[in-house]
């Protein structure tokens, strides 16, 4: 009798949140200590991008890409807002260090990552914990999320989301 052993495949989160619901409303500081909150954004498409940390190599890459692109994506009638479970102080330094020409919100006590449930058991270099599941979700003028990006690419962000909001051809 052989015994066969399979691995288990593990699956990082990714949250339950999809195309045609209404975006959860949030209150939160950014890096200046002023509280933003979802309807500030009424009548203005927003693109809400949940990354894990700041000053690190590929949150800094995927920040880069949006200040890059920020003024096509602008003429396009989006607005860039980040989100992670850093401080006002660490959200302050890492905008300064990378010219950043839009704000992040300090959600410190997870409140707008869970809203947005992006927050879950992920793996990286092979240990799983618990973390931010990089995500973003474009928003319409209205407040409902018109597309889910899950599978964020860093340096190609800011094209993902302009693709994303392009009109299908079915």
């Known amino acids: 009798m052989t015994k066969t052993t399979e691995k288990a495949i593990f699956k990082n989160h990714c949250t339950s949140l999809a195309a045609g619901m209404k975006a959860p409303d949030f209150k939160v500081k950014d890096e ?10 009424q009548g203005r498409k927003l ?11 590929t949150c800094t890459e995927e920040v880069c890409n949006l200040r890059d ?3 096509e994506l602008r003429n396009k009638g989006i607005e860039i807002l980040g989100v992670s479970k850093d401080d006002e102080r660490s959200h302050l330094k890492f905008i300064q260090k990378h010219k950043l020409p839009f704000s992040l919100l300090a959600d410190t006590n997870l ?3 869970k809203a947005y449930d992006t927050w879950g058991k992920k793996q ?3 240990r799983i914990f618990d973390g931010v599941a990089r995500t973003t979700f474009l928003i319409s003028e209205k407040g409902i999320i018109e597309k889910v990006i899950t599978k964020v690419k860093s340096k190609e962000h800011s ?3 302009t693709e994303a909001l392009q009109p299908s051809n079915n």
């Open 124 to 126: 990286f270099m092979g």
């Open 111 to 113: 409140d707008v990552i």
């Open 32 to 41: 200046n200590g002023v509280e933003k909150k979802l309807g500030d954004y």
């Open 47 to 57: 693109a809400l991008f949940f990354y894990p940390a700041d000053l690190t190599p």
């Open 69 to 71: 692109h920020v003024e």
């Open 159 to 161: 094209a993902q989301i």
